[in-house]
């Protein structure tokens, strides 16, 4: 008996298949029964022709745009796990690869902004990745409250605290391979250490930049202190104002 179909088909032809095979069947029992009825009524059968295999052609013919696509997509998901592989080693290279704006000596940086309004302080890495981002908002001051002398000197001691709590990856977050640091991995500046310590950047000249100064200098900043290599003042001055100024107020020109 022929195998059932694997796929769907219409009724029509569905009922023509079974028919015919059907009918092959019961002709191939009445010949090879040999004592049947046709034999003992000596009724001739004649045994039907051998049907071509047409509709195992077809089914054969049907599966293999099946196999074909199930290759294909195996393929498909092949490279694309190999491209995302590869795209995540080059990034990953790109990560631990030394930039070139990126000197080897590049020290940690202490950015203090401090304006008559508030003081904001940041702690990044040599190159140049947020760690630490604060101001006097974070310690719960508000409006007229972040432009005080003594809001900024708290916020300064509270940056100090953060920092040696803090833990951080060079680089960001996002580079899991790299090892978690410290404050203490910072290396001391100078000959006999060799580090390259922490660079403090002002700017403004708001009450924040003397409260930070005397916030370093005394007991709240007894652990950052020791790792100060450098202090610059990025203040950004404007030229010509005064000049247009007195220009205007004695009516020059």
Excluded at 160 to 186: C, Y
């Amino acid at each position: 008996m022929a195998r059932p179909l694997a796929l769907s088909i219409c009724r029509s032809c569905r009922q023509s298949y079974f028919s015919r095979t059907f009918s092959s069947t019961t002709r191939k029992h009445a010949v090879e029964g040999g004592g049947g009825l046709a034999a003992r009524r000596g009724i001739r059968v004649d045994q039907p022709e051998k049907e071509p295999e047409t509709i195992d052609t077809f089914m054969q013919a049907l599966r293999q745009p099946q196999r074909q696509q199930q290759q294909q997509s195996s393929s498909s998901s092949l490279w694309s796990g190999e491209l995302r592989n590869i795209a995540r080693s080059a990034q990953d290279e790109a990560a631990t690869r030394p930039s070139s704006r990126v000197s080897a000596d590049e020290p940690y940086h202490l950015n203090v902004y401090a304006h008559k309004h508030n003081m904001h302080v940041t702690f990044t890495d040599p190159s140049r990745n947020p760690i630490l981002s604060l101001s006097c908002g974070n310690i719960g001051l508000r409006h007229s409250q972040r432009s005080t002398y003594d809001a900024c000197f708290q916020l300064a001691a509270y940056t100090f605290r953060k920092m040696a709590e803090k833990q951080w990856r060079v680089g960001g977050k996002k580079m899991t391979h790299n090892p978690m640091k410290t404050l203490s991995d910072i290396r001391r500046p100078g000959a006999q250490f060799g580090g390259t310590g922490i660079e403090v950047i002002f700017r403004g000249f708001g009450a924040g930049r003397e409260a930070f100064q005397k916030a370093l200098l005394g007991t709240e900043g007894r652990m950052i202190k020791p790792l100060i290599s450098k202090v610059t003042d990025s203040t950004r001055l404007k030229f010509g104002e005064i000049c247009a100024d007195r220009i205007r107020k004695t009516g020059w020109g």
